[in-house]
């Protein structure tokens, strides 16, 4: 599950063999600007494994510790970049998701054009977008 995928475009560009800058790299993820911006500042933090989707992670002390660090990758580069907006972090649920490689959406407010926000709405229990807070509750050890 968590080999590099030849024809997954999130791994080339974790493994930096693509034209996309990079805004934070280490040896667990890398950062960088979503092809298709729906806010202010819009960021996917992605882990360089190849995980394809939420529901991939679980209880278990590596997974807790990996989604906190996209979380906290995520939230410096938002501290960074746009100090004085209103930040959301979170992850789409299949079948709502758009790359089938794990990534976190960070954004700075506010969403544009105005009605993008709907694609980010945590829609209760069988939502497609999950807070990155609600996710590290689900999957504490
Ligand atoms: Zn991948
Ligand atoms: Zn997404």
């Known amino acids: 599950m968590t080999g ?5 475009v999130f791994c080339q560009i ?3 063999t693509t034209a996309t800058t990079l805004l934070h790299s280490d040896d667990r ?4 600007q979503d092809i298709n911006p729906s806010a202010y500042r819009h960021y996917l933090v992605i882990p360089v494994a190849h995980i394809p989707t939420v529901k991939d992670l679980d209880r278990r002390p590596e997974d807790f510790a990996l989604v906190s660090h996209m979380f906290q990758v995520g939230q410096t580069l938002m501290s ?3 100090p004085q907006s209103k930040h959301r972090f979170g992850f789409h649920q299949p079948p709502f998701n758009s790359v089938d490689h794990l990534h ?3 954004f700075a407010l506010p969403f544009i054009p105005k009605w993008k926000h709907i694609k980010y709405l945590s829609m209760g229990p069988l939502g497609g977008f ?12």
């Open 130 to 141: 999950i807070e990155a807070e609600k996710l590290l509750e689900k999957i504490t050890p």
């Open 104 to 106: 976190l959406h960070c």
């Open 4 to 8: 590099a995928s030849a024809a997954c």
């Open 80 to 82: 960074r970049d746009a």
């Open 29 to 32: 993820v890398v950062a960088f």
């Open 14 to 16: 974790a493994r930096a």
